[in-house]
Structures are given as C-alpha cells and as structure tokens.
C-alpha cells in the first residue's frame, strides 16, 4: 500500500520488530527522527535510557520544526505514547501534513530472537510489556483520525538492499530497458507525438551548442522519447533564467536538430503568433516537416511577454487582438498546408493562390498553448491539440478541451491533448534532495518539491501513467536542472510508461 509522500509517518513496534529498518530501506536518515539516535547525540549511546528525556525533548522539536515545513518525517520510537501521538498527529494537521501510523506487527518470538542477538538487549520483562502496549495501541489507532493506518508483516521489510520508495515500490526498470531496446524503426510506425516530449528550455552559455544539441537529441532517442519541442523566445524567460542567458532561434536550432535526429518529433512549444507572419511560420514547419519525413509538429500561441517583443521592435497589441491574430494564424497555416495551390476563401483570412512548396509531408499538427477558454475553443475548432499545464487545474482544462472539441462535431480521439510538466527526477531520494536544494532558490524545500513533483524517474512514471487515463496523449516534460545527455537518459522510465 502507498504511503502518501510528503507525509508524517508514525511507527509504532517493539524493541526488533523492525521499525529501524523499514525506515532506512525507504527514507534518507534525515527524513527519520529516532529516540535511539537522539539518546546516542545527547548521552552515551542508543541504549542509555539516563539520557531518554533530553532525546525526546530534542526528538519533539525535531518533529515539529520538519513537519511545520511540510517535510517527510518518520517517527521511529515505540509509538504507544498517546499523548506523544496525539501531538505529532495535531502538528500535521495543522501544517496540512498526511499523517500515517505505521504499526510493525512482527510476532513476539521473532522480535525476541532479534533482541536476544544484540550487544545490549531490552530484559525480557521489558520487551513482553512493549509488545502488549503496541497490541493496546494496535487497538487504538484507527480511533485517533490517522490519515492511514498500516500495518506490516516482517514480510513487508526488507532485509537489505537499495533503498525504496514511499509512493510504492518497484519491480525494475524493467519496461523502460524494454523501451530503449527497441529498434528505432518500430517507433517510428505511427507513435507521432504520442507520448512524453523532451521540452529544450536552458541551453549551454559555454561550449559548442551544436555538439550540445546533438548527444541531447541522441540521449533523446536512447532514452525512447517521443521528440524535443523548443521554447520560442528571444530573451530567456525569468521562469527558467537569466535574460542573458542564451536561447538559440528555435526553427533554425529545430534545423539542426532535422540533422541529427531519424525518430524525434520536432516543434516549438510555443511560436507566438506575434514574432512572425503565419505564412513565414507555416514555411518554416513546412521545410522542417520536409526535412524530417513528417516528423515536425507546430506549437502556437498569443504570445504573453510584452518585455521581448518591445525589445525586438515588435507590436504587442491587446490580448483580444493577440487571439484574433491567433485564429487568424491557424487558418493561413492550414490554408497553405492543404493541398494544391487554389485561392483560399475562409470566414478569416483570404488567400489569392496557397502556393506553398515543399509540402509538408504527412500530419503537421498544430498544438495551440494556453489556457484561457477562448484558447482551448480555438485549439478545439481550429488546431489539432491543446497545450496546458500538468497540474490540476491545468488537467480539468484537458477535460473541457476534449469536451469543446466533441461539441465541434471532431473526433476526440484524433486531437492531442498535452500538457507541460516541470519534474525534478533524482536517481534516489538522496539524489531527489540534493536536487531539490540546489534548484530551490528562495522557495521552501516542502513547496518547491510539490511543484515539481521531485522524486525518482519511476515515481513520475507512475504519476505521468495516471495522466493517459485522464485523456491526456502527449506529456511534455522540461525537467528542474536538466544540464546534459545523463538527465535525460533518466527519463527513459518516464517515456516507458506512457509510450
Ligand atoms: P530494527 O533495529 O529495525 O528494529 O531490527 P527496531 O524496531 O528499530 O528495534 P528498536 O526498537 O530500535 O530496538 C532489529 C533487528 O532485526 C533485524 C535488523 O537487522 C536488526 O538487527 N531485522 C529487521 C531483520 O533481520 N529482518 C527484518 O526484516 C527486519
Ligand atoms: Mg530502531
């Protein structure tokens, strides 16, 4: 059963049922408060009860300051001090904390046995009076308003080995090896730009960006990944860097990506319909689609920085004249894309001939980003997908989208309905940590974590499986700190789940 992270996690168990151990096989040792450690900080060792009050004392202030953060902190004492439980339990309610007892229901020989075999065992009248106070406890713990009540077999705890995860455990890695496996070939039948998308956001201020470009697109295809979508700005953004920072235009940078790449679909995410004239954009797509034997795709968008297009000597009109423009946008690029050169007469735009060569080759789908509502009913009259964030407000604009996109009279089945998603992936929950440190700026670690999801490549593979129930059919991703071809051989699991 998962165990909520963050959460308050209460053990409760005797003397050797296992407590210790459960919790080092699946959290940092600074995630776990233990009295015995406690007593070894302030007195002579685990086992020197003369020090219990001050490691309790330091234990409770311990508890408080990381659950008043928000921070996963398991409780590794006996647990069958109500009052001690009832205080824990209140401290995370008040900081919105998931609060969990873990009971180690470890029968009394076995414990006994593990007792009899350390250095300094609890005497036996000892251990017999706590395993009657955790049954008493055992009792009580459903009363007491425990967001879940758990209780474990020795079966349960690891004996040793790597540490796992709170959310659940997993088998291997087994189905992404599968996935990085496999023959390009086999992806290139029909997957188009289904699945998870590598979003290009911070590039290399130093070095060669070609030969950056090239290992990321390569480590891209390794890790079974479904393409790299390029973000369209001409200052970095304050969400990802610093406006010296660099990022390359992306239809030329998405060019040399054509060059290096055989199964990638490859598009910006998103063109603002502001920087260029639709046809200019609709020319550019085409030649990449050309290029790329059909593997380009075309976000668009209102545009919403008003700092860059100033700066460029752009116009940046009202956000009502930006949709119009966004409207009148998809309907030129469509217009020039269908086929033959005849004029073109919609209930927007005019076109005296739709000469346009090279032809795309195949589907060249527009993916329309934003969420407002006159947004996503452009994206399901006009475009052929949405692009909205992977949170939930962003998944109840997935819903209305499909929704609006039925009402159109379209197939729901035929539209991509994507999201961006910002995950911190770490290779274990000490790798999660340091990341979330590192990246955090002036955020609470609790905050920041939650934003980003931050965990293991096979916890997000789990949650990003969730998202294709909901309808979603393309996730793009744009990872905290992805630097290099290593972060993104980390998201195979990820691409393996919802390939
Ligand atoms: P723990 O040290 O984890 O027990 O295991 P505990 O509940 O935290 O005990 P106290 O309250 O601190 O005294 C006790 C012993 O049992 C072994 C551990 O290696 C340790 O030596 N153990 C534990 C197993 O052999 N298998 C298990 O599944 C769990
Ligand atoms: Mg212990």
Same mark, same amino acid.
């Given at each position: 059963?998962?165990?909520?992270?963050?959460?308050?996690?209460?053990?409760?168990?005797?003397?050797? #049922?296992?407590?210790?151990?459960?919790?080092?096989?699946?959290?940092?040792?600074?995630?776990?408060?233990?009295?015995?450690?406690? *007593?070894?900080?302030?007195?002579?060792?685990?086992?020197?009860?003369?020090?219990? !009050?001050?490691? &309790?004392?330091?234990?409770?202030?311990?508890?408080?300051?990381?659950?008043?953060?928000?921070?996963?902190?398991?409780?590794?004492?006996?647990?069958?001090?109500?009052?001690?439980?009832?205080?824990? +339990?209140?401290? !995370?309610?008040?900081?919105?904390?998931?609060?969990?007892?873990?009971?180690?229901?470890?029968?009394?020989?076995?414990?006994?046995?593990?007792?009899?075999?350390?250095?300094?065992?609890?005497?036996?009248?000892?251990?017999?009076?706590?395993?009657?106070?955790? @049954?008493?406890?055992?009792?009580?713990?459903?009363?007491?308003?425990?967001?879940?009540?758990?209780?474990?077999?020795?079966?349960?705890?690891?004996?040793?080995?790597?540490?796992?995860?709170?959310?659940?455990?997993?088998?291997?890695?087994?189905?992404?090896?599968?996935? @990085?496996?496999?023959?390009?070939?086999?992806?290139?039948?029909?997957?188009?730009?289904?699945?998870?998308? +590598?979003?290009?956001?911070?590039?290399?201020?130093?070095?060669?960006?070609?030969?950056?470009?090239?290992?990321?697109?390569? @480590?891209?295809?390794?890790?079974?990944?479904?393409?790299?979508?390029?973000?369209? =700005?001409?200052?970095?953004?304050?969400?990802?860097?610093?406006?010296?920072?660099?990022?390359?235009?992306?239809?030329?940078?998405?060019?040399?990506?054509?060059?290096?790449?055989?199964?990638?679909?490859? $598009?910006?995410?998103?063109?603002?319909?502001?920087?260029?004239?639709?046809?200019?954009?609709?020319?550019?797509?085409?030649?990449?689609?050309?290029?790329?034997?059909?593997?380009?795709?075309?976000?668009?968008?209102?545009?919403?920085?008003?700092?860059?297009?100033?700066?460029?000597?752009?116009?940046?009109?009202?956000?009502?004249? *930006?949709?119009?423009?966004?409207?009148?946008?998809?309907?030129?690029?469509?217009?020039?894309?269908?086929?033959?050169?005849?004029?073109? !007469?919609?209930?927007?735009?005019?076109?005296?001939?739709?000469?346009?060569?090279?032809?795309?080759?195949?589907?060249?789908?527009?993916?329309?980003?934003?969420?407002?509502?006159?947004? +996503? *009913?452009?994206?399901?009259?006009?475009?052929?997908?949405?692009?909205?964030?992977?949170?939930?407000? $962003?998944?109840?604009?997935?819903?209305?989208?499909?929704?609006?996109?039925?009402?159109?009279?379209?197939?729901?089945?035929?539209? =991509?309905?994507?999201?961006?998603?910002?995950?911190?992936?770490?290779?274990?929950?000490?790798?999660?940590?340091?990341?979330?440190? *590192?990246?955090?700026?002036?955020?609470?670690?609790?905050?920041?974590?939650?934003?980003? =999801?931050?965990?293991?490549? #096979?916890?997000?593979?789990?949650?990003?499986?969730?998202?294709?129930?909901?309808?979603?059919?393309?996730?793009?991703?744009?990872?905290? $700190?992805?630097?290099?071809?290593?972060?993104?051989?980390?998201?195979?699991?990820?691409?393996?789940? &919802?390939?």
């Amino acid at each position: 059963m998962p165990v909520p992270d963050p959460a308050l996690v209460v053990l409760v168990g005797a003397s050797g #049922s296992g407590k210790s151990t459960w919790a080092s096989s699946r959290y940092r040792a600074a995630e776990v408060v233990s009295s015995d450690a406690l *007593r070894e900080v302030v007195g002579s060792g685990e086992h020197d009860l003369d020090a219990s !009050a001050d490691a &309790f004392a330091l234990l409770e202030s311990v508890v408080s300051a990381r659950v008043g953060r928000r921070l996963t902190t398991v409780v590794d004492t006996l647990g069958t001090d109500p009052a001690r439980r009832r205080r824990w +339990l209140t401290a !995370a309610r008040d900081a919105g904390l998931p609060a969990v007892a873990v009971v180690l229901d470890t029968p009394a020989r076995v414990c006994r046995s593990r007792n009899a075999a350390r250095d300094r065992p609890v005497p036996a009248r000892v251990l017999t009076s706590q395993l009657a106070a955790v @049954a008493t406890t055992t009792d009580l713990l459903d009363a007491e308003g425990w967001d879940a009540v758990l209780v474990l077999t020795p079966d349960d705890v690891p004996a040793a080995g790597p540490r796992n995860t709170p959310s659940s455990r997993h088998p291997a890695p087994a189905a992404a090896d599968a996935t @990085a496996q496999l023959p390009g070939v086999l992806r290139e039948e029909g997957a188009g730009l289904r699945g998870v998308v +590598l979003q290009l956001s911070r590039f290399p201020a130093e070095g060669d960006l070609l030969t950056w470009l090239r290992d990321m697109a390569g @480590a891209a295809e390794e890790a079974g990944l479904a393409g790299i979508a390029l973000m369209d =700005h001409l200052i970095q953004i304050p969400q990802v860097g610093r406006a010296w920072d660099p990022i390359p235009e992306p239809w030329v940078t998405l060019g040399a990506l054509a060059a290096s790449t055989t199964r990638l679909q490859l $598009g910006t995410l998103v063109t603002p319909v502001t920087f260029r004239a639709p046809g200019i954009t609709a020319k550019a797509a085409a030649t990449l689609s050309a290029l790329t034997g059909g593997r380009a795709f075309v976000g668009v968008g209102a545009g919403w920085w008003e700092r860059e297009h100033t700066a460029y000597g752009l116009g940046f009109p009202s956000a009502r004249a *930006r949709l119009d423009a966004l409207e009148h946008g998809i309907e030129t690029m469509k217009a020039l894309w269908s086929p033959g050169t005849k004029p073109y !007469a919609g209930r927007r735009v005019s076109l005296p001939e739709t000469t346009s060569y090279p032809r795309p080759v195949g589907d060249l789908p527009v993916i329309v980003g934003g969420g407002g509502d006159r947004t +996503l *009913r452009i994206a399901a009259r006009l475009g052929d997908g949405c692009n909205v964030p992977s949170d939930d407000a $962003g998944l109840a604009k997935v819903a209305r989208y499909l929704a609006l996109v039925a009402q159109a009279g379209r197939d729901p089945s035929t539209v =991509h309905a994507t999201v961006l998603d910002l995950p911190l992936v770490g290779r274990d929950r000490d790798d999660v940590w340091s990341r979330v440190e *590192r990246h955090r700026g002036r955020a609470p670690a609790a905050t920041f974590a939650a934003r980003h =999801h931050a965990g293991t490549a #096979s916890e997000h593979a789990d949650r990003l499986a969730a998202l294709a129930g909901l309808g979603v059919t393309t996730v793009f991703v744009a990872p905290v $700190g992805l630097d290099g071809p290593d972060d993104v051989l980390a998201l195979a699991p990820l691409a393996g789940a &919802f390939g």
